[in-house]
């Protein structure tokens, strides 16, 4: 059974950092695409970023492009959102996904989100 | 405003059949790229429900469908029922942002 679970979520004031994880299990996780995506409280999902199979490709959304970091562990299957600088507007759920392709296919599961909540 | 354009609601009785629309334009629908949807329950993490524009993932029941057609596509499920009420997001890729990206979302209430 496919199994994604974030964690790392939490209150951080303005322009701080905050580092994201996301534990899979159940699949063989070097041969998957994976991804990030968020929703803002009481809005609609968001794609942040995407990282290839091998870690050597990333793709990040225009609105997270230099402040935030996506890599992967395929020793551990984890994947990771290194988040700075953060902003007011990045308060949101994160939900790690799986892809079966970088940029084209589906995100055919998700993680059950970990919220992010950026306040002074 | 998104790059993909639902309707906020849609509505409907047990037992009977609803569209969702999802509108785009030549740089995503229309270019051919794939229009995934997912279902969101209320307070759980979005599910696939439709994949490739019409493919079904195991476990999904047939009274939901999907369809694409120029730089529109569509998710019909027919045959409502409670369990049905959560909110329905389509996705795609854009070649000019060089992103994913997801319609507004769409809320079912079943009536």
């Known amino acids: 059974e496919v199994q994604l679970l974030g964690s790392g979520g939490g209150l951080v004031q303005p322009g701080g950092s905050l580092r994201l994880s996301c534990a899979a299990s159940?699949?063989?996780?070097?041969?998957?695409?994976m991804s990030w995506a968020r929703q803002a409280p009481g809005k609609g999902l968001e794609w942040v970023s995407t990282l290839s199979g091998g870690g050597e490709t990333t793709y990040y959304a225009d609105s997270v492009k230099g402040r935030f970091t996506i890599s992967r562990d395929n020793s551990k299957n984890i994947l990771y959102l290194q988040m700075n600088s953060l902003r007011a507007e990045d308060t949101a759920v994160y939900y790690c996904?799986?892809?079966?392709?970088?940029?084209?296919?589906?995100?055919?599961?998700w993680g059950q989100g970990t919220l992010v909540t950026v306040s002074s | 405003q998104s790059v993909l354009t639902q309707p906020p609601s849609v509505s409907g009785a047990p037992g009977q059949r609803v569209t969702i629309s999802c509108t785009g334009s030549s740089s995503n629908i229309g270019a051919t790229y794939d229009v995934h949807w997912y279902q969101q329950l209320p307070g759980a993490a979005p599910k696939l429900l439709i994949y490739d524009n019409s493919n079904r993932p195991s476990g999904v029941p047939d009274r939901f469908s999907g369809s694409k057609s120029g730089t529109s596509a569509s998710l019909a499920i027919t045959g409502l029922q409670s369990e049905d009420e959560a909110d329905y997001y389509c996705q795609s890729y854009d070649s000019s942002l060089s992103a994913r990206v997801f319609g507004g979302g769409t809320k079912l209430t079943v009536l």
């Open positions: 159940g699949f063989t996780f070097i041969n998957y695409a």
């Open positions: 996904a799986r892809t079966a392709s970088t940029l084209f296919s589906s995100f055919d599961y």
